[in-house]
């Protein structure tokens, strides 16, 4: 299972790219109320590799709990990704995400199966799960993107 998750976030890039990088900078910027833009939720999915990078590693360092999310989403309040270029915001994400899948490729078996407390969910997850946990993320946000598009008729 753990080769079809990574290769569900190796595509990640390819499929943000092709979802959003044909939308005028208008409608990319469109806000739902006080809800994200299209640009803020791709924006979002790149202020995170960070994290799930660092928990990669605590995996690999033998951290019995991960590192916490930033659950207030300021690092994203704060790079105002609506004033960005969104070519950036995609160039940045593929290298992060590449980076990301380059490292979960070199594992093997036993590091797989390491786990580590999940602190929001206050229960172990194995890195095979922390995999999957940024693969369901990814959707979440692909969803909320695509609802948006819908909405406005983009």
Do not use: C, Y
Request: glycine share 4%; charged share 30%.
């Amino acid at each position: 299972m753990f080769p079809t998750i990574v290769e569900r976030l190796r595509g990640t890039p390819a499929a943000l790219e092709d979802r959003v990088g044909e939308l005028s900078p208008e409608a990319l910027i469109r806000r739902d109320g006080d809800r994200w833009s299209i640009q803020e939720q791709t924006g979002h999915l790149l202020d995170l590799e960070p994290l799930w990078m660092s928990r990669v590693e605590e995996f690999l360092t033998g951290r019995e709990t991960l590192q916490a999310a930033d659950l207030t989403n300021r690092k994203m309040h704060e790079a105002n990704h609506n004033e960005r270029q969104l070519t950036d915001i995609l160039s940045e994400f593929r290298r992060a995400r590449l980076a990301l899948v380059s490292r979960l490729d070199t594992f093997d078996e036993e590091i797989i199966a390491r786990t580590a407390l999940h602190p929001r969910l206050g229960t172990p997850m194995r890195v095979l799960d922390h995999a999957f946990f940024v693969a369901e993320h990814d959707i979440h946000h692909f969803t909320r993107i695509t609802e948006l598009i819908r909405r406005f008729a983009i």
